[in-house]
């Protein structure tokens, strides 16, 4: 239905301009929505084989009861360019996470120290751990 046309309501009046402009945002909302479900059938379902499968997920509270003294942890504010080529344990709180394609940038916090990483796609890391580090 256009704007143009002419709706009699149950008094015999035409609906305002109000009204008109509701029921086409309805009907746009609509057909957004029904462009979406379409486009989200097409799209192939990532139920394919999880090559992260276990190196993320809600993990159980730490109590201390394993020993990882093999971990050293660096501190946040101690990271530097010299260690930029290193393998470093970094704790500390996901501040924001922002995703985009195959990647994920993040922000982790410790105290008032932050730093900037990425999560791509790649051998070891697959989509849906990507997926669920944006969330």
Avoid at 16 to 39: D, G, T, V
Avoid at 52 to 80: N, P
Avoid at 89 to 116: D, E, M, N, P
Wanted: glycine share 6%.
């Amino acid at each position: 239905m256009s704007a143009k046309e002419a709706v009699i309501n149950g008094e015999g009046s035409e609906p305002s301009k109000k009204a008109l402009k509701k029921q086409q945002k309805e009907a746009e909302k609509a057909a957004k929505k029904a462009a979406y479900k379409s486009q989200t059938a097409q799209e192939p379902v990532e139920n394919a084989e999880d090559i992260s499968l276990g190196r993320y997920g809600q993990m159980g509270l730490i109590q201390s009861s394993e020993s990882h003294g093999e971990r050293k942890f660096t501190d946040v504010k101690d990271l530097q360019p010299k260690i930029k080529d290193q393998n470093v344990w970094v704790r500390g709180r996901l501040h924001t996470s922002r995703a985009k394609g195959k990647q994920c940038f993040i922000v982790i916090r410790q105290q008032s120290y932050t730093v900037q990483g990425l999560a791509a796609v790649n051998e070891r890391i697959s989509k849906q751990m990507i997926k669920f580090i944006s969330k």
